[in-house]
């Protein structure tokens, strides 16, 4: 079940969203810019997000396990807990995240991000030549949808109640 973020349950998301970023960050970012990553700190991100407009969602299996952000045609911050990778999840939130989006969706990868890139460009997604650098050795690439109609997505639910 997919569920929108709630103020009960945003801890619960930035836990998620904080362990799974950690992970796929260690191999190419200092110790120290990994550990500032921390679940209280993705909370204060997303609750500027969410004052901003963006919509924030949750995937529950038996437990949560991955979240996603979308506003307007963006789809940002899909990540999934590193022992629940390669079960489908990213693509089931990933799916979802297209039917929220208002236009074409589109979103940013790392330019190091080769899963990443590989992931979306399976799903019909293709690099549009823009480019946004982080720094000298990084930088964000754009994608956007290319194939044919993004599905179509149940509504989220909104009765999940986290215990952290």
């Known amino acids: 079940m997919i569920l929108s973020v709630t103020e009960v349950t945003l801890m619960t998301a930035a836990t998620i969203h904080a362990e799974a970023w950690?992970?796929?960050?260690?191999?190419?970012?200092?110790e120290a810019f990994v550990k500032a990553h921390t679940p209280l700190?993705?909370?204060?991100?997303?609750q500027e997000e969410l004052r901003g407009g963006m919509a924030l969602y949750m995937l529950i299996k038996d437990s949560p396990v991955g979240v996603v952000s979308v506003k307007e045609d963006l789809i940002e911050n899909l990540y999934i807990l590193p022992a629940e990778?390669?079960?489908?999840?990213?693509?089931?939130?990933?799916q979802f995240a297209m039917a929220q989006c208002?236009?074409?969706?589109?979103?940013?990868?790392?330019?190091?991000?080769h899963r990443a890139l590989a992931f979306y460009r399976r799903?019909?997604?293709?690099?549009t030549g823009k480019r946004s650098p982080?720094?000298?050795?990084l930088s964000e690439l754009e994608m956007v949808f290319a194939g044919s109609e993004p599905?179509?997505?149940?509504?989220?639910a909104y009765h999940y109640r986290s215990s952290t």
């Open 22 to 30: 950690q992970a796929s960050h260690r191999s190419f970012c200092s």
């Open 41 to 46: 700190r993705q909370k204060t991100l997303f």
């Open 85 to 94: 990778q390669n079960k489908g999840y990213g693509t089931e939130l990933l």
């Open 102 to 113: 208002r236009g074409t969706p589109r979103l940013w990868i790392l330019d190091n991000n």
């Open 123 to 127: 799903h019909g997604f293709r690099l």
């Open 134 to 137: 982080l720094s000298e050795q």
């Open 151 to 156: 599905p179509v997505c149940p509504a989220p």
